[in-house]
């Protein structure tokens, strides 16, 4: 069942407590418009607080991929911010701190919009992951892939250096700065084995077919956990991610106090006494 209509998203419910996030544009390859990302984060924000969602799976539609990355016909076009030169008499620092930079600040929060999603997200792709999707993959949970996936960070081929997340959020997911500055200045391909290699993905499997059953298992067994340890387990890791080992614990423990004292915690701990499965209402 569908829970809204999108132009550039298809969003349904297909099983109790896991959102099906498709990108929708498939005789493009998935490739962003400006009005595409802006409506990923109404997708996103939407679910981040419904009640009714526990997991979210984010594919894209059709078998040619996930997505090519941002749309080079609007990057070439008159409306675009890549393409429009200061006029005569148009102060470049001026522009540059208002116009652009604020067309920037924006583009950053979409593509943040699905990291900072109270609901686990797991990407599954497939196909070319290009450009413009490395920053929207590399900013969900977890990311498994097919074994034809292609991935690219490409901007550098296009004469900037990418500013809306995957130059600040790839060294802290693969942990090697020597590859993240290969991938990233070269501009050049590397296929699902690499990915993998690095920790990019964690797994690789060998259809679209069977990433979307793999993805869908994973948010299943997700969404019948404890939504507050789950949700409150995602804030913690981002949190603790840009800051000291004290730092992290000292939030931790304040937040924990409070967060512990669900009424899941008896529920899971008699659920594993009687082996029974346990059951959780909505946040």
């Known amino acids: 069942m569908s829970n809204q209509d999108y132009k ?12 099906h996030v498709e990108i929708n544009r498939p005789g493009q390859v998935n490739a962003f418009l400006e009005d595409g990302w802006r409506e990923m984060r109404t997708v996103f924000d939407h679910l981040s607080t419904d009640p009714s969602v526990r997991a979210i799976v984010f594919s894209g539609s ?4 996930f997505s090519v990355g941002i749309d080079l016909k609007w990057v070439s076009g008159q409306d675009s911010p890549f393409m429009v030169g200061p006029g005569e008499g ?8 208002t116009q652009l930079r604020r067309f920037g600040v924006e583009f950053q929060e979409c593509i943040s919009s699905i990291e900072k999603c109270e609901k686990p997200v797991i990407c599954a792709m497939h196909g070319y992951a290009l450009g413009m999707a490395m920053d929207v993959c590399s900013a969900t949970d977890m990311r498994i892939c097919s074994k034809d996936t292609v991935f690219c960070v490409k901007e550098v081929d296009i004469g900037i250096a990418s500013d809306i997340g995957i130059l600040a959020r790839l ?12 991938v990233a200045m070269s501009g050049r391909n590397f296929d699902a084995d ?4 690095v920790g990019f993905v964690s797994r690789v499997l060998p259809t679209k077919k069977d990433v979307m059953q793999e993805a869908f298992r994973v948010a299943r067994n997700l969404s019948e956990k404890s939504p507050v ?3 409150t387990i995602k804030h913690f890791l981002d949190y603790s991610r840009d800051r000291t080992v004290p730092e992290g614990l000292q939030y931790q423990l304040a937040y924990n106090v409070a967060a512990v004292q669900t009424r899941d915690v008896p529920v899971a701990i008699s659920s594993m006494v009687s082996k029974k499965k346990p059951v959780f209402g909505k946040l």
């Open 8 to 19: 550039y998203f298809r969003v349904t419910i297909p099983e109790p407590w896991i959102a």
């Open 62 to 65: 059709g078998e040619k991929g």
């Open 90 to 97: 148009v102060d470049p620092g001026r522009r540059a701190v």
């Open 171 to 182: 060294p802290k997911v693969v942990g090697s700065y020597t590859w993240v500055k290969d």
């Open 194 to 197: 690499e990915a993998l290699r």
């Open 229 to 231: 340890a789950v949700q």
